[in-house]
């Protein structure tokens, strides 16, 4: 696939390399799932979602993509990645935000064009922790899942905020996380959770589709009765899932070293 294009000034930067390398090679049985089609086995529901961060959610999808009875769709997705410390992807989700278009392309350089924070000044205040530093902060986002460039805007909330009972954060499968309420042609909350594996660490991402944020607060169905998410749109996030956390695998821990300090 062509990449999207860069500017000069994108050119001249360190992280340049990244987005020239060739992607990350997606896992084989990654790839049998994606094919094989839907799986039979279902995301674990939003009202169970504090089994997800605890690790109990076994009786449930892990890896794969479908459509619920209620018609909601989903995406289940594990990822190994070596050498990567939980702080890492603490700083990363931050990070990407701000600065040069160019850190979103890095992650994903055939479909990833640019994500924008609403509150810049917040992510780069060093006085703000960094595992706080996408809390209530949207990111404006122009990317490619399948279906054309599509803008997209992610409101990433405080963990309580989405629901979670947040003295699972911390624990032995819930080393940190971020969450989030997309708006776009198909609203959806989306997880993802790390905790140390072998010598790195497991990230584990849930996409609940069809899901949207109530005034007051509550994750709620948001599709109409009788009205199911098309299972095109769910396989298609998986593969984007699949592509571009393989790909942020593969230079992360070289990349947090370089400019961890370059917010």
């Excluded at 703000?128 to 122009?142: A, C, E, F, G, M």
Aim: proline share 5%.
């Amino acid at each position: 696939m062509r990449k999207v294009g860069v500017s000069k000034e994108e050119l001249t930067l360190s992280y340049f390399k990244y987005y020239e390398k060739e992607l990350a090679e997606i896992p084989q049985k990654k790839i049998d799932i994606l094919n094989a089609g839907a799986s039979e086995r279902s995301i674990v529901p939003l009202g169970e979602r504090n089994s997800y961060l605890s690790g109990k959610d076994s009786d449930y999808c892990q890896i794969g993509y479908g459509t619920n009875p209620d018609g909601m769709g989903f995406v289940c997705n594990e990822t190994y990645m070596s050498g990567v410390a939980p702080e890492m992807l603490d700083w990363w989700f931050p990070w990407h935000s701000v600065g040069s278009d160019l850190r979103y392309k890095i992650w994903d350089p055939e479909d990833h064009y640019f994500a924008r924070a609403d509150r810049a000044d917040y992510v780069v205040d060093p006085s703000v922790p960094i595992n706080q530093k996408t809390w209530n902060v949207s990111h404006y986002i122009l990317e490619d899942t399948g279906f054309g460039p599509d803008f997209i805007k992610l409101n990433f909330k405080r963990p309580r905020d989405f629901g979670y009972d947040e003295s699972l954060i911390g624990t032995e499968k819930c080393a940190s996380m971020v969450c989030a309420i997309g708006e776009g042609n198909c609203a959806a909350a989306m997880t993802h959770k790390w905790y140390p594996h072998k010598d790195g660490v497991m990230l584990c991402s849930r996409f609940w589709i069809g899901v949207k944020m109530s005034e007051s607060g509550k994750l709620i169905k948001g599709l109409p009765d009788g009205i199911s998410v098309p299972e095109q749109v769910s396989k298609n996030l998986y593969a984007h899932n699949i592509k571009e956390f393989t790909n942020l695998a593969s230079f992360l821990p070289q990349l947090y070293y370089d400019n961890k300090d370059n917010f």
